[in-house]
């Protein structure tokens, strides 16, 4: 289904075509979107809030100083959690009050609180429309990012012709469905990122980890993400939330990260952004292990696959771009030359983690790409503009080869 998830806050205002709203919400959960209302009072002299309701299968809100609602959701929170802001019908007024940032009544604050994407469907009197305020207010709107579907020119409610007839909710529902559409330079393109330390345990209560926080690798499949690729995220134990709109796989221990690595594959682009343990424990019990009078326990330890080595030096099925990455403490850009080479990866973004840079675990890097080509290095950045700069460069990279 095209919505399938996607959370519609649909602003009904007052006018006429308002009850074309009720059909337009039935349209949006056909293709399996949640459709939570506001109905300004305006609104509720043409349909009433228990129809929208009815048919969203949801509250209805239409009170900013409702004591039910503010306890129980609250206007920050309705601007907050959707994915869309539909206003429909949007009227002269309610235009005219979000052109200049009114709040006073539950519609217009909600519209001034939300940071979320605003698709508006004008409907109004032909000479309203046309008025010079109302296409000023338009022009502000419009330069404010705010996108508008119709009006449509037609016979109008009061027998006049010309535009200011509302979109029907289906054209509504394609203005809806192309906000949600991908796009980007990796639209079409499967990204296996993986992200975080791995656990490899000692016992059952025990383990050997890494100080990685994962902030790094997650930016990255959230970049990946927002430039239209599809993503899975194989992710160590981190504190950070799944990344909206990501498959995220979570592991524990490197060998538990490359099967899920090799069930993720095919891909076009793999981002190896773990810090993966480079030993575990072989004679890891099941048993816990018990202090024994001073003796002290006798860890044998083994090598670890190298995930990265083990898909890039595949003949077949390895992803058209590798990208490994260098957390290194000296010699950063030497290291980061060999490890090219060695692991037969087609890019090395290396970083100094050494005490002191406040890399780890941080929200800034600074880091060198180190490729066939050269090394570049870029200046310190946040590690959400390291993650954008990257996905850009991957784009034209792709683009470069004719993919
Ligand atoms: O050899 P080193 O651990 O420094 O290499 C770092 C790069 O190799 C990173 O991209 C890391 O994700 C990857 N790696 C891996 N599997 C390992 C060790 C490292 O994929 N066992």
């Known amino acids: 289904m095209a919505l399938s998830g996607k959370r519609i806050l649909l602003v009904i205002g007052g006018g006429i075509a308002a009850y074309k709203s009720l059909d337009l919400i039935r349209r949006l959960r056909e293709r399996g979107a949640s459709v939570r209302c506001i109905l300004t009072a305006g609104a509720q002299h043409f349909i009433t809030p228990l129809a929208a309701s009815a048919i969203s299968g949801q509250r209805t809100h239409t009170d900013l100083f409702d004591r039910e609602d503010e306890a129980d959701i609250g206007h920050i929170r309705l601007a907050r959690d959707a994915d869309l802001v539909v206003v429909a019908p949007a009227t002269a007024n309610l235009m005219a009050k979000m052109a200049g940032g009114h709040a006073d009544d539950l519609a217009s604050t909600v519209l001034l609180a939300t940071t979320l994407p605003i698709l508006l469907a004008p409907a109004m009197n032909v000479r309203m429309w046309l008025h010079p305020a109302t296409q000023r ?49 990796l639209v079409g393109k499967h990204v296996v990122v993986t992200s975080g330390p791995t656990h490899e345990p000692i016992d059952p209560v025990r383990y050997i980890a890494n100080r990685s926080s994962g902030k790094q690798g997650h ?17 160590g134990p981190v504190d950070l939330a799944d990344p909206a709109g990501v498959t995220t796989i979570h592991v524990e221990s490197a060998r538990e990260m490359l099967d899920a690595v090799e069930t993720a594959l095919p891909a076009d ?19 816990k292990i018990k202090k024994n009078n001073g003796a002290l326990p006798n860890l044998a330890l083994t090598e670890n696959p190298d995930i990265l080595a083990t898909i890039a030096r595949r003949n077949e099925g390895r992803p058209q771009l590798m990208i490994g990455f260098a957390a290194e403490t000296e010699n950063v850009i030497e ?34 790409l180190v490729s066939p080509a050269g ?11 390291v993650a954008r700069k990257l996905i850009e460069r991957l784009g034209q990279m792709m683009k470069g080869a004719g993919q």
């Open 137 to 185: 207010n338009l022009a502000t709107l419009q330069a404010d990012g705010i996108r508008t579907v119709g009006p449509n020119e037609g016979a109008m409610a009061e027998a006049e012709t010309g535009p200011g007839r509302m979109a029907e909710p289906l054209e509504i529902v394609a203005a809806i469905e192309s906000r949600f559409a991908p796009s980007g330079p």
């Open 219 to 235: 930016a990255i499949a959230r970049a990946a993400a927002a430039a239209g690729a599809r993503v899975t995220l194989v992710s």
């Open 269 to 287: 682009i793999g981002i190896f952004a773990a810090a993966v343990a480079d030993w575990r424990v072989a004679n890891a019990g099941e048993q």
């Open 335 to 368: 290291h980061a030359r060999q490890k090219l080479a060695k692991k037969g990866c087609d890019l090395i973004v290396a970083n100094d983690v050494s005490t002191g840079t406040g890399v780890m675990g941080g929200d800034s890097n600074t880091v060198h």
């Open 375 to 385: 090394v570049e290095t870029w200046p310190t950045l946040s590690k959400t503009d």
